[in-house]
């Protein structure tokens, strides 16, 4: 494996599980902070803020800086705040989408909305669904952080975004825009922000349909890991292969 200037790491199923830390994977990253090189944390996780994304990095042992953490949800601020300036935003999700939304200067409404923006809400019941259906019927431009139908955690695969996004988008006959990975959206954030050409750059992660499309389609090398969503058999399978796959990082 060459060296590269920007290690991009997915989060959920690469770094963690749940509360519980990937000792291969933190070891590895260790190894880069001793050699001088401060990796990139890319989460589709649009729940936690920049700052408890950090602490949860903390909490296995690894120090991150806040700019080197990149989340759906910040990037959908971003992209939101870049393309619908102006317009009203009514959204659902955590604390995550809501302080990045803010942080853009977009204040969420809860009616008559142009855009609907949808992050993950681990507390949300049928009325925040059937309204969320309601505002992208009426016409409001249907955002979603990203499109995971299930992320790993210490106890099994959960529910994730996608699967809630895909059945609203299912009953208002609407197809979401999504930002997280696959889309390249966090990867040119990143290459802007810290001016590092594709060169310069590996995405790494456990789930091929979204970690490793997404530095396919951004155009720089991957590196799948086998600790999370998608085995290697299957991996191997795919007619876009990863740069690298491994079992685990050493």
């Known amino acids: 494996m060459r060296a590269y200037k920007a290690y991009c790491f997915d989060l959920d199923g690469t770094v963690y599980r749940g509360k519980e830390g990937i000792p291969s994977a933190?070891?590895?990253?260790?190894?880069?902070?001793?050699?001088?090189?401060?990796?990139?944390?890319?989460?589709?996780?649009?729940?936690?803020?920049?700052?408890?994304?950090?602490?949860?990095l903390l909490s296995i042992g690894i120090r991150a800086p806040l700019e080197h953490i990149y989340s759906s949800a910040s990037v959908t601020a971003k992209y939101v705040a870049l393309h619908y300036a102006g317009k009203k935003v009514a959204m659902m999700g955590s604390d995550g989408i809501r302080q990045a939304l803010l942080s853009e200067n977009i204040v969420p409404v809860e009616d008559e909305a142009d855009v609907f923006v949808m992050g993950i809400d681990r507390t949300l019941d049928y009325m925040a669904l059937?309204?969320?259906?309601?505002?992208?019927?009426?016409?409001?431009i249907f955002i979603a952080t990203n499109q995971d139908i299930k992320f790993p955690?210490?106890?099994?695969?959960?529910?994730?975004?996608?699967?809630?996004?895909?059945?609203?988008?299912?009953?208002a006959g609407v197809d979401p825009i999504y930002?997280?990975?696959?889309?390249?959206?966090i990867l040119e954030v990143i290459a802007t922000e810290h001016n590092f050409s594709k060169e310069d750059m590996v995405m790494i992660g456990d789930?091929?349909?979204?970690?490793?499309?997404?530095?396919?389609?951004?155009?720089?090398?991957?590196?799948?890991?086998?600790?999370?969503?998608?085995?290697?058999?299957?991996?191997?399978?795919?007619?876009?292969?990863?740069?690298?796959?491994?079992?685990?990082?050493?």
Do not use: W
Not at 30 to 53: C, D, M, W
Not at 132 to 139: D, E, N, W, Y
Not at 153 to 171: K, M
């Open 26 to 56: 933190i070891a590895f990253i260790h190894r880069l902070q001793q050699a001088g090189i401060e990796p990139f944390y890319v989460t589709n996780n649009s729940s936690k803020t920049r700052e408890q994304l950090q602490d949860a």
């Open 130 to 140: 059937a309204r969320a259906a309601i505002f992208v019927q009426k016409g409001a």
């Open 153 to 171: 955690t210490e106890y099994g695969f959960l529910p994730g975004n996608g699967s809630f996004a895909r059945l609203v988008g299912e009953v």
């Open 179 to 185: 930002i997280g990975k696959p889309s390249p959206a």
């Open 207 to 250: 789930n091929y349909d979204t970690d490793i499309m997404c530095g396919i389609n951004f155009g720089c090398d991957t590196i799948h890991v086998n600790t999370g969503v998608t085995p290697t058999k299957v991996v191997q399978e795919k007619v876009l292969q990863p740069t690298y796959v491994v079992d685990a990082l050493q």
